[in-house]
């Protein structure tokens, strides 16, 4: 079982930055790939980006040249710098990591971009 845990979810201004953080129970340098979902209000869940144990990273139309998608696995954790940040943007983010067969969410932290 391994837990993940996100912070650095806020409130913000359109036009600003800011960096969330996934931080993993087991090591994530075993996991197959480790990404970042967002769910808005009203709206189904997407991918937002991912980035496999080799380092190769994948992102949503929508946020590519905007968000970065990052690990240290020394740390166990995965990142997400998002910049130049939309309304549109605002939703609950979750992490997500897979080891072998398993899948494991973290709880959410909340994103809200003002105008």
């Known amino acids: 079982q391994v837990q993940l845990v996100e912070s650095g979810g806020g409130l913000v201004q359109a036009g600003g930055s800011l960096r969330l953080s996934c931080a993993a129970s087991?090591?994530?340098?075993?996991?197959?790939?480790m990404g970042w979902h967002r769910q808005a209000p009203g709206k189904r869940r997407e991918l937002v980006a991912a980035?496999?144990?080799?380092?190769?990273?994948m992102y949503g139309d929508s946020v590519k040249g905007r968000f970065t998608i990052s690990r240290d696995n020394a740390k166990n954790t995965v990142y997400l710098q998002m910049n130049s940040l939309k309304r549109e943007d605002t939703a609950v983010y979750y992490c997500?990591?897979?080891?072998?067969?398993?899948?494991?969410w973290g709880q959410g932290t909340q994103v809200t971009v003002s105008s």
């Open positions: 087991g090591s994530i340098a075993t996991s197959n790939a």
């Open positions: 980035i496999t144990s080799g380092g190769s990273t």
């Open positions: 997500n990591g897979f080891w072998g067969s398993y899948s494991y």
